[in-house]
């Protein structure tokens, strides 16, 4: 026992749950349709394991799972998805022969808090069986922040009113080894340790595998702890043996795990935590996001990504989409450079896959998967039957190519911001490099002297096969450009690195040249006399809808129309041209984007989690505090509302990163100039003050922004 | 333990027959006897009984006739309430008044029947029913997934397909804790609309058990009675379960009251 523990008495936990309703997330009582959603909502993750919050001892709709970053099942078809291991958390008791459970008995207190402040999952419970016996249990459990190999699991138990034999199933014991997918080992080591309220151990970790039972005395307090270290052979050569030396050290040190992973979330929030006075419901919201965000990524790994759904459920197989792109990485670019890193890096790992692509498609240099795994292969599943028993054939995989600006653009912000040289000399350039390429290729030279780009799938996903995407050629025409400047900075300040990539990438001295050709002479959709991009050829040609008369609609568009309707119509499934407004948004001109978002902002069904927070970003940019704070609080609703429906497979975690922009971006009005960071804010009405941290260029920068508009700023090295 | 019992009211018309069929395949499902209750102002001769419930001597089939006096549907509520009978199987109308769907008796019993009722659109006299089809919408609440217990318990028995049915308008999702409706966002449908559907199917198992049963689920979109039509049309149903709250007056039971004037099939009501 080392001095942390010896300060505590033998059953207390060495941290409390936050009080602070600011900081928490907390379920009261007990719905059992809701399982899955709390399940998701209260997933505890560290970016290389994350678990879902279920109740440790299952219920009728409980779905425990524990996923790894990067560990996915190809066994089951040519889509892969991240694979579950196994169940850790499954903890239940027995009371002299009745099951704790919530659905047997009477359960006199129950209450879930998802502590956000420090990563914890708590639970609370008084629970009386049809004997009459009355348990009291407080439950942890953490996947540490601070040593990503370790879960831990600790329960105290205390008898009210009666004394008797407690037996405690905890399904998972010793050492498990999984072999998942065709090539990936998982192994598992579990150690347990019991002891009572006098100090008295009940059991060595060695002794108590199996299914332990107590006898329990009235007014005692009994604590269980379950310490599980986690390898793959992803990380080492030998899973099996790294996972029982680590679980035996840490199952020493019990209070020591926990210290040290609530500091470890302690200094995540130092240098992200987002502070707003007068606005509890955003308040939170935003924590929530930071939360999810954070438990996301994994810094040490740059061989994985952020799928659609993190760590937290099921759902989209663990896949990458331009989510983590566009709508995560701007919070870990300013927050977390070295995860931000890992993000960009995965993509050069799987540039291999998007040159396969691209070639496979007949063009030269990278297109990346519009749903990506662990290789970087395309793995859009071809094909969906939708609930109305439609067969519908998924052409994102073969069509949404805006993804590989996507990327080129995360790269770029990853580099401006933290001008890590190594990166875009090793890695970063290579993209934005492949990544023109392939636009070069991709746009044709037609017969009205410009280039084109035809048979696309624009963020607008419900209308598909459209030429001339005003977003995927925007940003197509800036992946060319930025691929030419990188050519010239990379030449003029590595030369030598210069000459070896241009070697390697047989990259001739006049094919950047052309890349700017085809920037100059690429079709826009734009309209001089009215300002407007077209989102596509033919847009304006479309039924206009008034989206007003579904206003109190619950369910998309799409759905609400047909998808043939849908198609002939302006409706739009998510921001595109006013995404385009966002990302390159000092290349246009004030009135452009102000006609642009009042044009399509109306037309826009927001059938993408995605799209709120990027309205309410834009419309705060604008200067329309209304509307902006409308789309904030629809977007800020997409997990912690209990009536859409879908987070039952996990949490959106691009919508969150999305929540994250539209504050910095909009409500903030953080840029960044020659001359360093600046902030206009427009701060929502009821909002007093926002504070906020971030790094740029290698310096943390603190700034509180009151509703005057004025802003104190320091800056320092350290968050 | 008394033998458990469905009650099939006739009323001596062509059209009231129709209930017959249907009560003796889900009195086989169930196992339960059937128990033919006549309701009129006097009590006929025994040897005119069947000629006026208008049946030949082996349609009964083994069942047994009550023979009652007063006024129908009290009669009918009462003779269930003795018996504790699992279900009314009763036809919609039989009056010449044929824009009142249901009619004043079925409505009656309907309202306050102590057990489900099923009722039967006339006109298929006594030609065989079958059970392969059951249609059941489902608003997504809980308290509807909680309703539909025996209605899956008898598809399983009957070894029937259930079509669970969501359909989706413009309007407020229910305020219920738990329920799941359409989704709100659909960000990439192929992953999306699987994981509804699954999430849908087991929110719906984990109250009402659907053992071995074949479920699938069709979301459609539009007035719920007038999807809820059409489907049981296009899918050859053969039997609609409804979760009915229990209020009739306006602005209630729209949609089942749509439902039973126009389904073609029978239909179940089961109090949620």
Redesign the interface.
């Known amino acids: 026992m080392n001095a942390r523990q010896a300060a505590l008495h033998p059953t207390d936990l060495p941290v409390a749950p936050t009080l602070d309703p600011a900081w928490v997330l907390v379920e009261e009582g007990f719905t059992l349709t809701r399982e899955h959603e709390l399940e998701s909502l209260f997933a505890i993750g560290n970016g290389y394991a994350g678990s879902r919050g279920s109740l440790a001892e299952g219920s009728a709709l409980s779905s425990p799972a524990t996923f790894l970053a990067g560990v996915f099942d190809s066994e089951a078809g040519p889509v892969s998805g991240l694979a579950p291991t196994a169940d850790w958390t499954r903890l239940s008791a027995t009371i002299d022969g009745q099951p704790l459970r919530l659905d047997n008995g009477h359960n006199l207190e129950h209450r879930r808090v998802l502590d956000m402040q420090q990563g914890i999952l708590w639970r609370e419970w008084r629970h009386q069986n049809a004997a009459g016996r009355i348990t009291r249990l407080q439950m942890l459990r953490l996947v540490s922040l601070a040593d990503r190999h370790l879960l831990l699991q600790c329960a105290t138990i205390s008898p009210e009113n009666y004394s008797g034999r407690v037996s405690i199933d905890a399904a998972l014991t010793g050492t498990v080894t999984e072999l998942r997918g065709s090539s990936t080992t998982v192994a598992m080591a579990v150690a347990r340790q019991v002891v009572d309220s006098a100090g008295r151990w009940m059991g060595s970790p060695q002794q108590v595998v199996g299914q332990p039972s107590l006898e329990v005395r009235l007014g005692e307090t009994y604590r269980l702890d379950r310490m599980v270290a986690v390898y793959t052979s992803r990380d080492t050569g030998e899973p099996r043996e790294m996972a029982s030396r680590q679980v035996e050290r840490a199952i020493e040190d019990v209070n020591g795990v926990i210290a040290d992973h609530r500091d470890a979330w302690l200094a995540r929030w130092k240098a992200s935590d987002l502070r707003i006075e007068g606005d509890p419901a955003a308040q939170r919201a935003l924590r929530f996001a930071i939360y999810h965000l954070s438990s996301a990524a994994n810094p040490e790994d740059e061989r994985v990504s952020i799928g659609a759904r993190g760590l937290s459920g099921t759902a989209y197989k663990g896949h990458v989409f331009w989510d983590t792109d566009i709508f995560m990485l701007p919070f870990f670019i300013l927050t977390h450079p070295e995860a931000a890193r890992a993000l960009v890096m995965y993509r050069y790992h799987t540039l291999s896959g998007a040159r396969a692509k691209a070639a496979r498609l007949g063009y030269r240099g990278a297109l990346y998967a519009w749903e990506s795994a662990d290789t970087g292969e395309e793995m859009t599943p071809p094909f969906v039957v939708s609930p109305d028993g439609e067969i519908v054939r998924i052409l994102t995989g073969e069509q949404e190519h805006h993804i590989s600006a996507d990327v080129a653009f995360g790269v770029w912000k990853y580099w401006e911001a933290t001008g890590d040289e190594r990166f875009l000399v090793d890695a970063g350039a290579e993209i934005l490099i492949e990544t023109a390429r392939f636009w070069a290729s991709r746009a044709e030279r037609e017969d009205d002297g410009c280039y084109h780009i035809r048979g696309v799938i624009g963020p607008d996903e419900y209308h598909e096969t459209v030429d001339d995407n005003a977003y995927t050629n925007g940003l197509a025409q800036w992946n060319l450009e930025v691929g030419e400047e990188v050519t010239r900075l990379v030449a003029e300040r590595w030369p030598e690195q210069w000459r070896a990539l241009s070697r390697r990438l047989g990259l001739e001295a006049e094919e950047p040249h052309r890349w700017l050709q085809v920037a100059r002479e690429l079709y826009t959709g734009f309209d001089e006399q009215t300002g407007l991009f077209e989102q596509f050829r033919g847009y304006f040609g479309l039924e206009d809808i008034d989206l007003a008369a579904f206003a109190a609609r619950t369910a998309p568009m799409d759905v609400l129309l047909g998808r043939e309707r849908i198609k002939r119509s302006k409706i739009i499934k998510q921001a595109d041209v006013v995404m385009l407004v966002h990302l390159l948004w000092e290349r246009l001109l004030p009135e452009v984007r102000k006609a642009n978002f009042e044009y399509y902002e109306p037309r826009c069904g927001h059938g993408s989690s995605l799209s709120p927070a990027i309205h309410a970003l834009v419309a705060a940019r604008l200067g329309d505090a209304a509307l902006a704070e409308r789309h904030f609080r629809q977007a800020s609703e997409i997990d912690l509302s209990d009536n859409m429906g879908n987070a039952a497979g996990g949490v959106h975690v691009g919508a969150l990163g999305g929540l994250w922009q539209a504050v910095v971006f909009g409500f903030a009005g953080l840029r960044f100039t020659d001359e360093g960071p600046e902030h206009r804010p427009k701060l929502p009405p009821s909002w007093r003050s926002l504070s906020m941290r971030f790094q740029w260029r290698g310096r943390w920068h603190e700034v509180v922004l009151p509703e005057s508009g004025a802003e104190r700023r320091t800056t320092g090295d350290d968050p | 333990m008394s033998e458990a019992s469905i009650l099939v009211p006739l009323d001596g018309s062509e059209q009231a027959l129709a209930a017959l069929p249907v009560a003796k395949v889900l009195g086989e499902t169930e196992r339960a006897a059937l128990r033919i209750v006549h309701v009129g102002e006097r009590k006929p001769p025994d040897a005119e009984l069947l000629e006026r419930l208008r049946l030949a001597a082996p349609a009964l089939d083994g069942s047994m006739v009550e023979v009652r006096t007063g006024k129908p549907a009290a009669e009918i509520l009462l003779a269930a309430g003795e018996v504790k009978a699992r279900l009314i199987v009763m036809c919609t109308h039989t009056a010449a008044k044929p824009g009142k769907v249901p009619g004043n008796t079925a409505t009656n019993v309907l309202r306050h029947a102590p057990c489900p009722v099923v009722l039967v659109p006339p006109g298929h006299g006594l030609s065989a029913w079958h059970l392969h089809h059951v249609l059941v919408p489902h608003d997504g609440t809980?308290t509807t997934?909680a309703a539909l217990r025996p209605a899956a318990e008898l598809a399983e028995r009957a070894s029937a397909e259930l079509l669970v049915a969501?359909v989706?308008?413009?309007?407020?999702?229910p305020a219920e804790?738990?329920?799941?409706?359409?989704?709100?966002?659909?960000?990439?449908?192929?992953?999306?609309?699987?994981?509804?559907?699954s999430?849908f199917v087991?929110?719906l198992a984990?109250?009402c058990p659907l053992g071995h049963l074949h479920v699938r689920?069709?979301?459609?979109?539009g007035s719920p009675a007038a999807e809820i039509v059409r489907l049981a049309k296009k899918q050859s149903t053969d039997l609609v379960v409804l979760a009915w709250r229990g209020k009739w007056e306006v602005p209630h039971a729209a949609t089942l009251k749509a439902i039973l004037g126009e389904a073609g099939c029978p239909i179940m009501v089961l109090r949620a």
């Open positions: 809980p997934s969501h989706t308008d413009i309007g407020a999702a804790a738990g329920s799941l409706t359409t989704p709100r966002y659909v960000d990439q449908p192929q992953h999306e609309w699987p994981a509804w559907t999430e087991k929110r984990c109250i689920l069709v979301l459609a979109r």
